[in-house]
């Protein structure tokens, strides 16, 4: 089961999905579908890592959708698919509660060039980063 902690955002990032989808039937028609399967399918996991959706779908099928996905409705048709759509809210859904808990780093192109190397990777000094022959 995908945990939404905060229904108003999620409600957000569907809002904004559909507003987008506007023209588009078949992603919108994805999309309710996504809704419906992320509030009862238990068998959706997000991975952190490569930001995609593992789902366990009602067809006993496992897909794992990031921008492409492995069913037949993508690999064959290249249709939008609700496994798309829901990893897409669901990748959206997270980054807006990241943005809620983890403060902002300054904007890569306001400070200096061996200062950004620092927040890219993740604290790491340019210092300590060229020991052993490391680059950035
Ligand atoms: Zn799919």
Redesign the pocket.
């Not at 496994?83 to 859904?93: E, K, M, S, V």
């Not at 980054?95 to 902002?104: C, D, H, R």
């Given at each position: 089961m995908l945990a939404i902690n905060n229904q108003d955002k999620f409600n957000a990032v569907v809002e904004t999905a559909l507003a987008k989808a506007a023209n588009f039937p078949r992603w919108q028609k994805a999309i309710q579908r996504a809704i419906e399967e992320i509030e009862s399918n238990p068998l959706i996991h997000w991975v952190e890592e490569d930001k995609s959706l593992l789902?366990c779908s009602p067809s006993n099928s496992i897909?794992s959708?990031n921008g492409i996905?492995?069913?037949?409705?993508?690999v064959e048709f290249n249709q939008p698919?609700?496994?798309?759509a829901a990893a897409r809210i669901a990748r959206l859904y997270m980054e807006s509660e990241a943005n809620q808990t983890t403060p902002l780093a300054p904007r890569p192109d306001v400070i200096r060039e061996d200062e950004r190397a620092i927040y890219i990777c993740g604290g790491i000094r340019p210092e300590e980063a060229k020991v052993g022959g490391f680059r950035l």
């Amino acid at each position: 089961m995908l945990a939404i902690n905060n229904q108003d955002k999620f409600n957000a990032v569907v809002e904004t999905a559909l507003a987008k989808a506007a023209n588009f039937p078949r992603w919108q028609k994805a999309i309710q579908r996504a809704i419906e399967e992320i509030e009862s399918n238990p068998l959706i996991h997000w991975v952190e890592e490569d930001k995609s959706l593992l789902i366990c779908s009602p067809s006993n099928s496992i897909y794992s959708a990031n921008g492409i996905c492995q069913c037949k409705a993508f690999v064959e048709f290249n249709q939008p698919c609700w496994h798309r759509a829901a990893a897409r809210i669901a990748r959206l859904y997270m980054e807006s509660e990241a943005n809620q808990t983890t403060p902002l780093a300054p904007r890569p192109d306001v400070i200096r060039e061996d200062e950004r190397a620092i927040y890219i990777c993740g604290g790491i000094r340019p210092e300590e980063a060229k020991v052993g022959g490391f680059r950035l």
